[in-house]
């Protein structure tokens, strides 16, 4: 008999504007000892079925069908009271963002005694032997002190276990994480993880895996869902899944993960999902706008990019007196190069300084020391700001989150020609008017997108924004700070191979920074490898992955998802 | 622009505007108010500005219904110098919504803009303006108005007085009221700072003070126009219980607060209307503004939709 | 914790005797809107302070209830020449703290009336030497024959010398003190009929009866308790609610509201104080008008038609309710020197006004500034405002500026240069004599002779300047009325001033309660009898 | 901390030298102090010796720097009206308006709070909209005219309370309270719920708002995934976190209380500093108005140190040094 069974699940979001189906027909199935991953993009209705189950829909979303198995029981039609006798006894849950999970004001050992000694028949002094117990148990070095102290006092990846032993607390027999990972850092990632997995074989428990991310369900699943839209696509162990799927959608949702083994000239794109047919538009390059007056008077053939002695510095604490300030270093002495035409990538986890560097380059942030050469002039030195405006144009930057880069008050059109106007690109109105429309042609996006505004957009269509508004100073360098990160991951092949196009087309030179390291060696020619603020590591990309130099780029490469019995695309 | 109407009519505000009847009851009294004190010349039975067309042979004559002493020509009865009551909050509710406005236009300006300055330049400049933020605060609304109103008349020539009075009380209310726009705008500039558009822009070489004006403004104004709403009704409290120190428009011209605070004296002698009537309009402006802030407040929330 | 407990015990304690305390005496309660300045009797030459301080000091004489001079302190007195004076005081009369009246204590309160600190000087001044003859006799002298010198030393009220040196209090108390803690400000001593026992400042006064007074007194009352309340309205609930015996002044428009209240009444009558218009007469441009380069009131037409516009009746009828005398001249009839004849009021004529203007070469009437306080007599924002009102019907368009007294005061009087072209005044003679008002309201402005000081429009008449000075010193009462009589037709005849009307005194009091209210508005606690 | 509390000290004296400065500076124009100060007939050269022993002719940072020099040692001055030392005017009516204030805070808490907490709670009920609105039209009106229209009342139509003043004290050392007694008990109820009605209306919806905000985090999503209870989560949880912010305005607000009294001790006569300060503004009475504004912002520096260390208290993540997130 199964754990927990859900059948013919629909879930509905009733609106004004009619009603919204979350889910539909759903069934599914959670085994004692065994871990199931629901996989799907954004919009997918994944989170939604871990929400029905436990009884906590946001409102107005309800339950419009099925019904839903616990150990036989049926669990869905519970009073209000019953289901919530269920929840953290014989169900648990983890959510996404451990910053976030735990109650500020109280002590882990307060909200862990307070959930223990609901749930189970135990005096107090029981449930805090039995809360620094389960600290022991989810790797938290040291639990009888650390259990007296606040959440903030925990890194992310520490409070992420915190939240993992909070949720063991009364050993439930099923445990449902939403995301449980995501806003980890890939060491962190895989540490919890692989706790997860062993508290899943070691305790019996049946866990469903709620996920974007194809390497998690790779690395700890035993069967996986696919969700598409509302709807299940396909189940199936998860061996078959990423080895030999048989819905197309699976088909092309993995065939567009970035390959972590080897390099492919374009990404395959996942052509099941309707945007897909949203690619550029073919320009004649050299007669356009965009592709005139390339020439930026300079005539310089050295690394158009030179980094020496780079240093930043944050004041974390003040004072009225010098010595008593302390300050953190973010960027220590960070050497490099990039060559004209060249995709330079930067690779770190969070914190490392890799959008630092970004940020000092493109003139956001002052370096506390150390000199950026573009083109043979030394940017630090420059002092007017009409001079700056002269390498402004040349450089420009791509951000991560498309959500926040385009400013919300604006028509795309304005935001577009903002650039072309500032620097006085265009003779008139209408010629700005008429490039931004080509440019967003050639992103992709098509002429009616001028006059709308950023929230009309998807998350990719916005990325294509950005990349419109960065093009639209006739730049040589381009920035990307984590341009897809945020995307899911059949938009994020578009929008690589878009970016992959307009470099090759226009001879970008590129600094592109991410923490994913698949996609950095599907994007770039040189690699740097970044932590705590030091550059450790650069290599051609090919030569980084296949051979490491530095110990840390050697852990990174191992904890990377290998995702081994993924059927070649 | 018929595009943009559509889409407003299409949006989620006036989803919840035309579904809310208190709302949209809320919407037409504040209306109402506003365009008959706009048009009080017109609509009002007599001018009761005019001196020279009042007759305190008329002096506190009581509502026309009533059977003994009602006269028709003064439907809600006559102040204590033969004003018509209804004329005189008609014309009175054009001074209290002008003081208001006035007011409020100019706490949100100086209060905006220092918040501005205060939230996109931070560190001396941040730690400046909040200290004189926190000096503003320790002189409630009230002193400010009481201090500033007699400056005013000391410094400024008599025969300009029954003007300034008016403006005085807008600049008393108004400057004790910038802090709130100040910190919040401060608040929502430090967000928005820190949000990739504006970083967008700066990597463009954009100015600061474009920046500011540009992008940021118009992402901070949402938080503004709610303050700024349940300010409008604090403004016009304000102005009446100015009025109730002594410190108000010209008795010549009265605005509502000032109204009722010339009825108070009649309250026990049984002349009710001349406050209660003034009273009732206050309270049906005030709510009814207050009313719309709240709505404005839940429906410009997204957190709360 | 327990220190908390405890005290909070003691308090609780405290509290239970605090109301069990049963209230023996026959206690009188009342209420006014203001307080008095300070308990030092030289403090603060104000009716008001002045009036209060008199039931626990007395002066050499007194008024009665019908401010008619009686002898006090002084059993009697001689002028044996014009500018010598013999007083011959009360024997067997006893300070609040045992101590005997004498004459000694006579001269020390006339000298610390002179002290710096003191805002009595001009009173205390008027006698220029004082020796003691005898314990119980006095000889001063003036510098000049004064008809009104025994009503100026009415309020002149006598402290003991003893007591003032124990306890260092040899100065009128003033704020500029360096002696921070003037003794004589907090607590007094004098030989009134009731003793102050607490006092704090604006909040609550509380005195009880003297036994040892020297007089038989008809009050019954054993306990004062004096609360100031500034709310009109505040002040009238506590009447109506039962928690005063009176309180004054009461609103003219209450005055129904009080006689339809159970338990309650209003008492009124006419006042003393003469409410008047002024005009500028002397600046060769008004201050703030639309006329540029003359002033239209230095023309008696246009003041004549200033007058003819004013319905006295009106403002009488509407404004106070009835309850005010209209007025045809600055003195009321209380005051000595007033003359019936005189004292009938322009008559309303807007037609003749308006003649007059057109004959003057205003026949659009012009613009003119008021100024006007608001808190200083019954319904003066409201008079002016009826005033202005008035004037708008004949063409005068007039700006008001109504402000608190403190502001008002500051702009209009000399020490503001006089910045006022129009402005409503109230004036009661000090000394109950027409002569007081006639030096200050008539008279051409002198600075430097203290003369014409609240002649704010600078009404200006050789004769009547000439009449000033014979008034004060004539000793003869019929020839001085005469001269009385003729300095005010002058000023009627020019349209000097626009006399409005006497206000009325108006207080409210609880039924069974009977006290005297005197023209000047003080209340007397000699003449308060509370129902048993 | 310790740093932290001097600093906020430090910065809490420029606060109030500014506020003093100020204040003296606008003095100058407010009235002319001695036509309060002496009867009519009283001489113009008399007027001016006075006005020269006051040093009202001295340069504007002459008065300033004495006043200054003074007020550190406690010493206002005297009262030009009351012709005594301010301290003892201001130390004798500091108790009545502070019980009042307190009343009226305790008050607008106490019922501000659980009208928040429950119409947060109870987001779309028939009683919340009720309350809402119902809470409107009590800040809807003047706080004068709420003032006279209760006296009239409960004053004079039911003479119920008294009308005025603090009713019988008693002295607890040198702090008079009305609060021992019966009739002092009695008069405090109109005053307070006067002054309460508007801070009630604003902690209301503060803590609604904050609620609702609070009621929505992962942290309560979690807690009610534990399957913790409902009063759990909302009370020990939800409620906790959303009176840290409630914490700063309240303590601004009990600020403005204080000086809001103004209006509510006239109505009433109740004897406090703002009374005292509203008799001084009509008798330029500049010693009492310059004491009673350095007061008032004394008043608001002590509640902010106050919030802050309270912040201290009820906020962990303050109390360890926190790293700030300056980039």
């Given at each position: 008999m199964a754990l927990l069974e859900i059948k013919d699940l629909r879930i509905e979001f009733p609106s004004r504007r009619g009603t919204m189906v979350a889910v539909d027909k759903v069934s599914l199935q959670v085994n004692p000892g065994e871990v199931l991953g629901v996989v799907g993009e954004s919009g997918a209705g994944k989170s939604t079925i871990g929400n029905a189950v436990i009884g906590l829909l946001e409102p107005p979303g309800r339950m419009a069908a099925g019904e839903v198995y616990l150990k036989g029981e049926r669990i869905d039609n519970l009073s209000d009271r019953e289901k919530r006798k269920l929840r953290g006894k014989r169900i648990g849950m983890i959510f996404q963002d451990p910053l976030t999970s735990l109650d500020p004001l109280q002590t882990i050992e307060k909200q862990l005694v307070e959930t223990i000694e609901l749930h189970l028949d135990v005096t107090e002094a029981e449930a805090k032997d039995r809360a620094v117990d389960l600290l022991r148990q989810v790797g938290i070095p040291d639990p009888e002190h650390r259990v007296k102290q606040y959440p903030h006092q925990f890194s992310g990846g520490m409070r992420q276990r915190v939240v993992i032993a909070l949720a063991l607390c009364a050993e439930p027999e099923v445990i449902i994480a939403d995301e449980p990972t995501t806003a980890l850092d890939v060491s962190i990632q895989a540490q919890i993880l692989e706790l997860i997995k062993k508290l899943c074989v070691e305790k019996n428990v049946g866990m469903m895996i709620i996920t974007h991310d194809m390497g998690v369900i790779a690395d700890v699943t035993d069967r996986v869902a696919v969700m598409y839209r509302g709807n299940l696509v396909e189940e199936g162990t998860t061996a078959k899944i990423l080895g030999d799927p048989d819905h197309p959608y699976t088909q092309s949702l993995i065939s567009a993960v970035p390959r972590p083994d080897k390099r492919l000239d374009r990404f395959p794109l996942v052509e099941y999902i309707e945007s897909a047919g949203e690619t550029k538009k073919s320009l004649d390059i050299a007669n356009h706008w965009l592709g005139q007056a390339r020439d930026f008077g300079d005539h310089y053939t050295g690394p158009l990019i030179h980094v020496e002695n780079l240093y930043m510095r944050f004041l974390t604490k003040n004072s009225i007196f010098k010595k008593n300030r302390s300050y953190f270093d973010a960027v220590k002495d960070a050497n490099f190069e990039i060559n004209s035409g060249e995709i330079f990538g930067l690779v770190g986890e969070s914190g490392s300084g890799k959008s630092t560097i970004a940020r000092m380059i493109s003139g956001l942030y002052t370096p506390a020391e150390g000199s950026i050469y573009f083109a043979g002039t030394d940017l630090t030195q420059i002092t007017t700001e009409k001079k700056r405006d002269h390498f402004r144009r040349q450089m420009q930057m791509i951000f991560q989150d498309p959500f926040s880069s385009l400013n919300p008050r604006m028509k795309v059109m304005d935001i577009i020609a903002e650039p072309i106007r500032f620097h006085g690109l265009a003779s008139s109105r209408a010629e700005t008017e008429s490039i931004v429309r080509d440019l967003l042609d050639?992103?992709?996006?098509?002429?009616?997108?001028?006059?709308?505004?950023?929230?009309?957009?998807?998350?990719?269509?916005?990325?294509?924004?950005?990349?419109?508004?960065?093009?639209?100073?006739?730049?040589?360098?381009?920035?990307?700070?984590?341009?897809?990160?945020?995307?899911?991951?059949?938009?994020?092949?578009?929008?690589?191979?878009?970016?992959?196009?307009l470099q090759a087309e226009l001879g970008l030179t590129m600094l592109f920074i991410s923490h994913d390291l698949p996609v950095i060696r599907q994007m770039c020619d040189k690699v740097g490898v970044m932590r705590y603020g030091q550059l450790l590591e650069v290599a051609e990309t090919e030569q980084l992955f296949e051979n490491p130099q530095h110990e840390y780029s050697q852990h990174l490469l191992e904890l990377m998802p290998k995702l081994t019995n993924v059927k070649a695309a | 622009m018929k595009q943009a109407l559509k889409r407003f009519f299409d949006g989620d505000l006036w989803y919840s505007f035309s579904h809310s009847p208190v709302v949209i009851l809320s919407a037409v009294i504040t209306l109402l108010i506003i365009l008959s004190a706009i048009f009080a010349p017109m609509i009002a039975p007599h001018n009761p500005f005019d001196l020279a067309s009042i007759d305190i042979m008329d002096s506190n004559l009581p509502p026309a219904w009533n059977e003994f002493d009602g006269d028709m020509r003064f439907l809600l009865g006559t102040d204590d110098q033969g004003r018509d009551i209804l004329s005189t909050i008609l014309y009175g509710a054009r001074i209290s919504l002008l003081v208001g406005f006035a007011s409020v236009a100019f706490s949100v300006v100086l209060g905006v803009g220092l918040g501005l300055i205060s939230g996109y330049a931070g560190g001396r400049t941040d730690t400046f303006i909040m200290r004189i933020a926190d000096v503003q605060?320790?002189?409630?609304?009230?002193?400010?108005?009481?201090?500033?109103?007699?400056?005013?008349?000391?410094?400024?020539?008599?025969?300009?007085?029954?003007?300034?009075?008016?403006?005085?009380?807008?600049?008393?209310?108004?400057?004790?009221?910038?802090?709130?726009?100040?910190?919040?705008?401060?608040?929502?500039?430090?967000?928005?700072?820190?949000?990739?558009?504006?970083?967008?822009?700066?990597?463009?070489?954009?100015?600061?003070?474009?920046?500011?004006?540009?992008?940021?403004?118009?992402?901070?104004?949402g938080p503004v126009l709610v303050i700024g709403t349940i300010h409008l009704a604090l403004a016009i409290i304000t102005e009446a219980t100015l009025s109730f120190l002594g410190v108000g428009v010209p008795p010549t011209t009265p605005s509502l607060g000032t109204l009722i605070r010339i009825g108070n004296d009649y309250l026990f002698s049984g002349e009710w209307w001349i406050s209660i009537f003034p009273g009732i309009a206050l309270i049906l402006l005030v709510l009814a503004v207050n009313l719309l802030g709240d709505w404005l407040r839940d429906a410009l929330n997204p957190k709360l939709r | 914790m327990t220190l908390f407990k405890k005290s909070l015990l003691v308090a609780a304690a405290i509290g239970a005797i605090a109301m069990a305390a049963p209230s023996q005496a026959q206690t009188f309660k009342y209420a006014f809107q203001g307080d008095l300045g300070s308990l030092d009797p030289y403090s603060l030459n104000e009716t008001f302070t002045l009036g209060f301080q008199g039931n626990f000091y007395d002066a050499l004489t007194a008024y009665d209830e019908n401010l008619k001079l009686i002898p006090a302190l002084a059993t009697s007195w001689e002028n044996p020449e014009p500018n010598k004076w013999i007083f011959h005081l009360r024997e067997g009369v006893k300070f609040h703290n045992g101590n005997p009246f004498t004459a000694d204590d006579v001269i020390f309160s006339w000298k610390r009336a002179q002290t710096d600190g003191s805002d009595l000087r001009g009173r205390a001044g008027q006698i220029a030497s004082m020796t003691k003859v005898d314990d119980y006799t006095i000889e001063a002298t003036t510098s000049q024959p004064n008809a009104v010198l025994m009503q100026d030393l009415t309020f002149l009220y006598i402290m003991d010398k003893e007591w003032s040196e124990e306890n260092n209090t040899l100065e009128a108390t003033s704020p500029s003190d360096t002696n921070t803690n003037n003794y004589a400000n907090l607590h007094e001593n004098g030989t009134g009929p009731f003793m102050v026992v607490e006092r704090?400042?604006?909040?609550?006064?509380?005195?009880?009866?003297?036994?040892?007074?020297?007089?038989?007194?008809?009050?019954?009352?054993?306990?004062?308790?004096?609360?100031?309340?500034?709310?009109?309205?505040?002040?009238?609930?506590?009447?109506?609610?039962?928690?005063?015996?009176?309180?004054?002044?009461?609103?003219?428009?209450?005055?129904?509201?009080?006689?339809?209240?159970?338990?309650?009444?209003?008492?009124?009558?006419?006042?003393?104080?003469?409410?008047?218009?002024?005009?500028?007469?002397?600046?060769?441009?008004?201050?703030?008008?639309?006329?540029?380069?003359?002033?239209?009131?230095?023309?008696?037409?246009?003041?004549?038609?200033?007058?003819?516009?004013?319905?006295?009746?009106?403002?009488?009828?509407?404004?106070?309710?009835g309850a005010s005398t209209s007025a045809g001249t600055l003195i009321a009839p209380q005051i000595n020197g007033y003359n019936a004849e005189i004292a009938k009021p322009y008559t309303y004529d807007p037609k003749l006004s308006k003649q007059l203007l057109t004959e003057a070469g205003y026949p659009d009437g012009f613009e003119i500034g008021m100024d006007c306080p608001n808190d200083r007599y019954v319904n003066d924002e409201k008079t002016c405002q009826a005033v202005a009102s008035m004037l708008a019907k004949v063409g005068i368009k007039v700006d008001l500026n109504a402000q608190p007294k403190a502001k008002y005061f500051a702009k209009i009087l000399a020490t503001g240069g006089f910045d006022t072209s129009f402005y409503?005044?109230?004036?009661?003679?000090?000394?109950?004599?027409?002569?007081?008002?006639?030096?200050?309201?008539?008279?051409?402005?002198?600075?430097?002779?203290?003369?014409?000081?609240?002649?704010?429009?600078?009404?200006?008449?050789?004769?009547?300047?000439?009449?000033?000075?014979?008034?004060?010193?004539?000793?003869?009462?019929?020839?001085?009325?005469?001269?009385?009589?003729?300095?005010?037709?002058?000023?009627?005849?020019?349209?000097?001033?626009?006399?409005?009307?006497?206000q009325p005194l108006s207080w409210g009091v609880r039924d069974g309660v009977s006290v005297v209210q005197r023209a000047d508005n003080v209340l007397d606690f000699r003449n308060i009898v509370v129902p048993e | 901390m310790i740093s932290f509390i001097v600093k906020r000290l430090l910065q809490s004296v420029m606060v109030m030298l500014t506020v003093a400065f100020v204040a003296f500076a606008l003095f100058n124009y407010v009235g002319d102090p001695i036509s309060n100060m002496v009867g009519q007939d009283t001489t113009f050269a008399e007027r001016e010796q006075l006005r020269e022993q006051l040093g009202l002719n001295d340069p504007f940072l002459v008065q300033f720097g004495r006043f200054v020099g003074n007020a550190v040692q406690g010493d206002f001055g005297l009262s030009y009206h009351h012709k005594q030392p301010v301290s003892n005017l201001i130390a004798e009516r500091m108790p009545a308006t502070l019980e009042l204030s307190f009343i009226s805070a305790l008050i607008s808490l106490l019922l501000g709070i659980p009208l928040g907490v429950y119409t947060a709670l109870n987001r779309d009920s028939i009683m919340t909209k009720i309350i809402m609105t119902g809470s409107l039209i009590g800040v809807s009106l003047p706080t004068f005219l709420i003032g006279i229209l209760m006296i009239l009342l409960f004053g004079v139509v039911w003479r119920v309370l008294p009308t005025f003043g603090r009713g019988d004290v008693v002295m607890l050392g040198w702090w008079s309270t009305g609060l021992l007694t019966v009739t002092g008990l009695k008069s405090i109820i109109m005053p307070a719920f006067t002054l309460a009605l508007f801070q009630m209306t604003l902690i209301m919806r503060l803590v609604r708002a904050e609620m609702l905000e609070v009621l929505r985090t992962d942290f309560i999503k979690f807690a009610r995934a534990r399957g913790l209870p409902r009063r759990s989560v909302n009370y020990r949880h939800a409620l906790k976190n959303t009176l840290v912010p409630v914490i700063t305005i309240t303590g601004l607000q009990i600020g403005s209380i204080i000086a809001f009294a103004i209006i509510t001790e006239s109505v009433f006569q109740w004897p406090g500093m703002g009374l005292l300060f509203i008799q001084a503004i009509s008798d330029v009475d500049i010693p009492i108005m310059a004491a009673y504004l350095v007061m008032i912002a004394l008043f608001f520096v002590v509640i902010n140190l106050i919030v802050d260390i309270l912040y201290f208290l009820v906020d962990p993540r303050l109390r360890v040094d926190r790293v700030s997130g300056s980039h």
């Open positions: 050639h992103v992709g996006l098509g002429v009616a997108a001028a006059m709308k505004y950023p929230h009309e957009f998807s998350g990719g269509q916005r990325q294509r924004i950005s990349i419109a508004r960065a093009l639209a100073t006739r730049p040589r360098f381009l920035i990307c700070d984590e341009p897809t990160s945020a995307l899911d991951v059949s938009i994020q092949a578009q929008i690589l191979n878009l970016l992959k196009d | 605060l320790s002189f409630p609304a009230i002193l400010i108005a009481l201090l500033i109103d007699g400056v005013a008349r000391g410094i400024f020539p008599r025969d300009l007085h029954d003007e300034l009075a008016v403006y005085v009380l807008i600049f008393a209310i108004g400057i004790s009221g910038w802090v709130q726009y100040a910190r919040t705008v401060r608040g929502a500039t430090m967000v928005e700072k820190g949000k990739e558009y504006v970083q967008a822009a700066r990597v463009i070489g954009i100015r600061p003070g474009t920046i500011l004006f540009r992008h940021i403004l118009p992402n901070v104004t | 704090q400042p604006d909040v609550k006064t509380k005195l009880v009866r003297f036994d040892g007074y020297w007089k038989d007194i008809k009050s019954n009352v054993k306990e004062i308790e004096f609360t100031p309340i500034k709310q009109a309205a505040t002040r009238v609930a506590a009447l109506i609610s039962g928690e005063m015996d009176l309180v004054y002044p009461v609103p003219v428009q209450d005055w129904q509201r009080l006689d339809e209240a159970k338990g309650v009444a209003p008492l009124t009558g006419p006042e003393a104080r003469t409410i008047f218009l002024g005009m500028d007469q002397e600046r060769d441009e008004l201050l703030y008008s639309n006329i540029k380069g003359k002033n239209p009131l230095k023309d008696q037409k246009v003041r004549a038609a200033f007058a003819h516009a004013l319905n006295l009746d009106a403002i009488k009828q509407k404004i106070m309710r409503l005044l109230g004036w009661t003679p000090g000394s109950i004599d027409a002569h007081n008002a006639i030096l200050n309201l008539l008279h051409s402005v002198n600075k430097d002779a203290q003369q014409g000081m609240f002649n704010l429009g600078h009404y200006s008449n050789a004769r009547v300047d000439e009449l000033t000075g014979e008034i004060g010193k004539e000793t003869d009462p019929a020839k001085r009325q005469a001269m009385i009589d003729e300095a005010f037709q002058i000023v009627k005849d020019e349209v000097g001033y626009l006399p409005l009307h006497q | -």
